[in-house]
């Protein structure tokens, strides 16, 4: 299972202090959040009706930025996956390879909590601007023509 760890995420991180200490719960509420923020980011920085955001020269910058702030915080505890499909490939590559279970579902259910946290996640923060933030930046924009 050793070498397997080396294709793919897996929680609690092997070589971190919360060995064994990261409940389920904790760690698809971090890959969610993780995912969550990162979406978010990218919508803010990239809206074209946001009077606000940076130029287009800075925003890839900032989103870089952003990976690394979470991944700083996130890898502790699950490695920051924030990607299932960053994921998900290897993961099925080391499964066809042979380590079966060590693969998927891998050790504590950890192909749930890579794949479903992320998309649980990226799926929230979609909603959030394109139901709420969107229709406000869109309002407001209308006064600088934004169509």
């Known amino acids: 299972m050793q070498t397997a760890m080396i294709l793919a995420d897996y929680f609690p991180n092997p070589g971190g ?4 200490k990261v409940p389920l719960f904790t760690a698809f509420l971090a890959e969610a959040t993780g995912a969550f923020v990162l979406v978010m ?5 990239t809206e074209g009706c946001n009077v606000g955001r940076p130029t287009s020269d800075t925003a890839p910058v900032l989103i ?9 915080v996130l890898a502790p505890l699950t490695q920051a996956g924030l990607n299932p499909a960053r994921d998900c490939g ?3 590559f080391a499964y066809l390879a042979g380590w079966g279970p060590a693969a998927i579902p891998a050790p504590h259910d ?7 946290g992320p998309l649980a996640g990226a799926a929230g923060a979609a909603m959030l601007f394109a139901r709420i933030i969107e229709p406000l930046m869109k309002s407001k924009a209308r006064s600088c023509g934004c169509s």
Do not use: H
């Open 110 to 116: 950890g192909f749930y909590i890579y794949i479903a």
């Open 90 to 92: 290897p993961r099925l």
């Open 64 to 72: 870089g930025l952003t990976i690394t702030a979470l991944i700083g």
């Open 41 to 45: 980011m990218i919508f803010l920085l």
């Open 17 to 20: 202090p919360f060995l064994g």
